[in-house]
Structure formats: C-alpha cells, structure tokens
Nanobody, 122 residues
Framework: VQLQASGGGLVQAGGSLRLSCVTS????????LGWFRQAPGKEREFVAA????????FYGDSAKGRFTISRDNVKNTAYLQMNSLKPEDTAVYYC????????????????WGQGTQVTVSS
C-alpha cells in the first residue's frame, strides 16, 4: 500500500486548506484512512478517520466542528477539509491506512504517507 499526501501550505489564521491522500494497492486490511499530525516537539495526534466502506467518520477533539474528512472510493483518495485554521494547527499532517476498532490510535495503522506541512500564521 502506498499513500501520497498533498495540499499543505502556508495559510493565515481563519483560512482553509484541503489535504488529499491518494492511495494505491489498498487491500481489505486497509479498511480505514486516518489523518494524524505532528508538531515539533509534540507527539503525533489523531485528527480524523474514515472507513472506506460505509463512510463512518471519527474526529479528534481539535478537529471537531472545523475539519471534515471524506473519501472518493473510485479515485482511492481521501480528503481533509480544514476550515477556520488556527496557528496551533501548524504541523506535518500524515495520512495512513489501517483496520481495526480504535481508529484514534496510530497503532491501528500499518501504512503511512510521507506527510505534508501545514503552517498557519497568526
């Protein structure tokens, strides 16, 4: 399984970005796609996840009400629409695929993309 994340960049506080994660080689063992982020000096944090089948979504506290995760099964692509961005959203955002029940845990994910930098200026 390969993942390619893109869409990061520099944006002012209050702005929006849409991240994309293109996957290839996905199998039944990659039932979900998750977004995580990691800021310098901090642990990796769960942002959002979605199941490819059914489309169930899950959000971390920092994402609720501002971010929306979606997927296009035909394109094997998942998206993270981020609105009302704050400086504290600055981080490298990673997408990953996995399967399991606890999709908020990075240990449920076996395959990771390379990450895309999101920088929010105040």
């Amino acid at each position: 399984v390969q993942l390619q994340a893109s869409g990061g960049g520099l944006v002012q506080a209050g702005g929006s970005l849409r991240l994309s994660c293109v996957t290839s080689g996905r199998t039944f063992s990659s039932d979900a796609l998750g977004w995580f982020r990691q800021a310098p000096g901090k642990e990796r944090e769960f942002v959002a996840a979605i199941r490819w089948s059914g489309g169930d979504t899950f959000y971390g506290d920092s994402a609720k009400g501002r971010f929306t995760i979606s997927r296009d099964n035909v394109k094997n692509t998942a998206y993270l629409q981020m609105n009302s961005l704050k400086p504290e959203d600055t981080a490298v955002y990673y997408c990953a695929t996995g399967a399991g029940d606890i999709l908020t845990s990075e240990y449920e994910y076996a395959h990771w993309g390379q990450g895309t930098q999101v920088t929010v200026s105040s």
